[in-house]
């Protein structure tokens, strides 16, 4: 069983464009939601935790629907450095919280 | 900014030998976990350790993996008798109360 699922991409999309990205998760229990990137042969780092009510962090934006188990990124004016792979991630309750599952990511290239 | 230190940042090994990685965490934190990426999969969950044990590990980390905080600062991850399929990046993560997951470089570890 897959727990956690993302679009793999590649996507590729011109610098100042806006572009989405899904997950699900499968364990109704899951209780803390984060976005991570990752760029090649790095360490994940945190993008930003997703809250019910959806949140904000500059030029990103996540929500997060538990009825659907669903999970979005949204960035907005993509710069070049925003190339990278964006790791979906949930924490499922009665784990500790640091059990993180990964989705296997979705690739980003922003080009000039 | 504080941060997760890992060494060797890589390592070739012959199949059948042990290795040991080592780490040192953020110092404040008490949480500590070692995670793994086989080349082109996702990042997936080995161990958890605080307050000196092991608190959660995985199906992956079998008896063949051990971990062990030696001292107030090193943390270590031990395959003993590595596979060809242990070939992967080994990272090291530490969080304080498990919020935030801090992860450290990698390690690359290749079994030949």
């Known amino acids: 069983r897959k727990e956690v699922e993302q679009d793999p991409g590649p996507f590729n999309v011109p610098e100042g464009a806006t572009v989405a990205f899904n997950c699900t998760y499968s364990n109704s229990a899951s209780q803390s939601f984060f976005w991570y990137r990752q760029d090649c042969r790095k360490e994940p780092k945190l993008l930003m935790s997703?809250?019910?009510s959806g949140n904000e962090d500059g030029r990103f934006t996540a929500q997060l629907n538990r009825a659907s188990q669903y999970i979005s990124l949204l960035i907005r004016d993509s710069k070049l450095s925003d190339s990278a792979t964006y790791l979906c991630v949930v924490n499922t309750r009665g784990s500790t919280l640091g059990r993180l599952y990964f989705g296997r990511g979705t690739q980003l290239t922003v080009w000039p | 900014e504080p941060e997760v230190t890992q060494t060797p940042s890589h390592q070739v090994t012959q199949m059948g030998q042990e290795v040991i990685l080592r780490c040192v965490p953020i110092?404040?934190?008490?949480?500590f976990y070692w995670y793994r990426q086989i080349l082109g999969q996702k990042v997936e969950f080995l161990v958890s350790?605080?307050?000196?044990?092991?608190?959660?590990k995985s199906e992956i980390f079998d008896d063949q993996f051990s971990v062990e905080r030696p001292d107030g600062s090193n943390f270590t991850l031990k395959i003993r008798s590595t596979k060809l399929e242990d070939s992967a990046m080994y990272f090291c993560a530490s969080s304080d109360r498990g919020n935030t997951i801090y992860f450290g470089e990698g390690s690359w570890l290749t079994v030949v």
């Open positions: 110092s404040n934190h008490l949480y």
């Open positions: 350790f605080y307050n000196n044990e092991i608190s959660e």
């Open positions: 997703v809250y019910s």
